[in-house]
């Protein structure tokens, strides 16, 4: 027996992401990995927390002092992390 209403696979995923209401926290999850490649090594251990809403990075650091270093380097690394994902999603990183 032969299906007549067949779908492809690369038309399907959307469709389910979209029914599902689960894009939105799959881009949260595709910026917060973004922002673990695009870090310098020695700050990822200062980091207890990453939360991305409505364009804000917001994360949350256990060291005033790389909070401060990181925040020299915002732009740069907002940028980066625009790059790695493919879009400007991030308009904003907040460092706490």
Partial sequence: MKRKDYMKIGDLIPEYIQSMGIAR???GNSVCT?????????FTKYIISREFSNGKLFC???????????SLYKTALKERIN???????VKEIVFR
Avoid: K
Wanted: no cysteine; charged share 25%.
């Fill in 25 to 27: 926290g799959l881009v």
């Fill in 34 to 42: 973004a922002f673990d490649q695009a870090l310098d090594n020695r």
């Fill in 60 to 70: 949350t650091l256990s060291s005033s002092v790389a909070r401060d270093s990181l």
């Fill in 83 to 89: 790059s790695i994902v493919g879009e400007e999603i």
